[in-house]
Each structure stands twice: as C-alpha cells, then as structure tokens.
C-alpha cells in the first residue's frame, strides 16, 4: 500500500532572513524544511536527502541559481525546482523553464501564491513516485511471469 509521506522541502537563498522567514512558513504549514546558502550545500544536501521541492534563488551566493538548476536536475532528476527572483528579466524565466523549473516566482514572494505552488509541485513529485513504484511493480509481475 501507498502511504503518504511528509513533504521535504530544500530552501536556497543566500540571504538568511529569507531562509529563516520561508522555512518557519513551511514548518507551520506542515513540511520538513532544510536550508541552504550556497551551490556546495544545496548540491550537498540534494545527494543525500530526496526532496520533494527545491525552492532557489536565481543567485545562490557568487554562483548562478540557473547553473545549480541545470546540476540539480542532473542528480536528482525527479526534484522540482521553483526559482525565486528580485529582478527577473524575461530571459531568465525562459531560461531557468527551459532548464526544467516547475516555476518562476518573484520577489516580493507572495506567500499565498509560494504556497499553493509549493502544493502543486509537491502534489506531481509525490504523483512521479505512485507511478514508479507502480510502473516497478507491473514490471516485477512482467518477469515473473516470463
């Protein structure tokens, strides 16, 4: 049987205030909540924790969030990244989607809309997951009937 698990939830901001204000919102909503400030501890922390979602700014200490993005999505493929920005220009939103954001959100965050996004890329990365475990098993059945 499927169980539900609590949702994890990594936020990369190089600004601690942000940090410690998104992660005391996740915590009362009910998420287990990491932070991290630079590329080495997100890339870190993503090796060895499989999160749900991975909320990160678009510039995560001297580093482009768009490259840790593209790094992210190589290692833990099944992740969603939402992209936070205080000065978006429409090349990088185009960027980091084609670079595999599940979304682009911008600062001032809006926490109702941060929210019911988190919601949603939690909702599909718990959705992929149901499907490979359930695609695994029909498999297993498959083989065991050859």
């Known amino acids: 049987m499927y169980e539900l698990m609590v949702k994890s939830i990594l936020i990369a901001d190089s600004q601690p205030e942000i940090r410690k204000e998104l992660a005391k919102l996740f915590v009362e909503i009910g998420y287990q ?20 979602v991975v909320l990160m700014d678009c510039r995560i200490s001297n580093d482009s969030g768009l490259d840790v993005l593209a790094e992210l999505s190589a290692i833990h493929p099944g992740v969603s990244v939402i992209m936070l920005s205080a000065e978006p220009s429409l090349e990088i939103v185009i960027a980091a989607l084609r670079k595999g954001a ?31 475990a359930m695609s695994g098993q029909v498999q297993h059945q498959r083989d065991a009937l050859s």
């Open 33 to 52: 909540v990491d932070t991290a400030e630079s590329r080495q501890d997100v890339l870190r922390k993503v090796t060895f924790t499989d999160y749900a």
């Open 102 to 132: 599940f979304d682009f959100v911008v600062k001032p965050i809006d926490v109702d809309e941060l929210t019911e996004i988190v919601r949603k890329a939690c909702d599909q990365n718990e959705l992929m997951k149901l499907y490979q």
